[in-house]
């Protein structure tokens, strides 16, 4: 198993560009999420999904889509880039089973946003 | 919403040497998760607390979940150089899938 795998690790974007980073985990988890971590501000949660066709919002979503069409698949989108966008961005799966809910996450992207 | 308040902030120590560091909330948890992530790295799962009053170890590492449900610590003895990294406490947000992180504690070990 691969386990959560993102690309790309890094990337620069210009004020205003568009992109997308990519998620896959292979361990048929349902539910899928976005952080991003800013330096000594713990993780933020974006968005999340708790399965296929279904997405909803997290602490920070302004700025950021996401759709969720396969279990294995959870990409995130930057519409509109802006300075304040830059960070390192991780993607984590779950299978939450009663009280047990580990998350397994990628390695992350690091985007800068110039 | 729930948030978790990670002490100390950073610390610096001489390999060998034994860590503590805690996580405390105004809430209470069922859960508390451990994770530490290596520079570079997503975080990975050290230690995971199920019931209030658990003791947990995983290899130097050391883990309880406090009575009151509102705290947890994580212990390291006799330190090494791959201990360093960010280590995060985390719980289930109100009961959900959702986890809450605190800010973590940052570890550097000199040889």
């Known amino acids: 198993n691969a386990g959560v795998t993102q690309t790309p690790k890094f990337r620069i974007l210009k004020i205003g560009q568009s992109m997308t980073l990519q998620c896959t985990q292979d361990?048929?988890?349902?539910?899928m999420y976005w952080y991003r971590q800013d330096p000594g501000m713990g993780l933020k949660l974006i968005y999340y999904?708790?399965?296929?066709?279904?997405?909803d919002k997290g602490e920070v979503p302004n700025g950021y889509n996401v759709s969720r069409s396969t279990t294995e698949d959870f990409p995130l989108r930057l519409e509109l880039a802006a300075p304040s966008q830059t960070s390192v961005y991780f993607c984590?799966?779950?299978?939450?089973?009663?009280?047990?809910?580990?998350?397994?996450f990628g390695p992350g992207t690091r985007l800068t946003v110039l | 919403g729930q948030q978790l308040n990670q002490s100390p902030q950073s610390m610096f120590i001489q390999e060998g040497e034994d860590v503590s560091m805690n996580c405390t909330s105004s809430s209470i948890f069922n859960t508390w998760l451990w994770y530490k992530q290596d520079p570079g790295e997503g975080p990975v799962l050290l230690i995971a607390?199920?019931?209030?009053?658990e003791l947990t170890s995983n290899g130097r590492l050391t883990a309880q979940f406090g009575i009151t449900r509102k705290d947890s610590f994580l212990n390291i003895s006799a330190s090494i150089p791959s201990d360093v990294g960010i280590y995060f406490c985390?719980?289930?947000?109100?009961?959900?899938?959702?986890?809450?992180f605190g800010k973590g504690t940052k570890l550097t070990v000199n040889p």
């Open positions: 361990m048929n988890h349902n539910y």
């Open positions: 984590a799966s779950s299978y939450p089973r009663g009280i047990d809910n580990e998350q397994f």
């Open positions: 607390l199920y019931k209030a009053g």
């Open positions: 999904s708790v399965g296929a066709g279904i997405t």
């Open positions: 985390a719980g289930p947000q109100g009961g959900s899938e959702k986890l809450v």
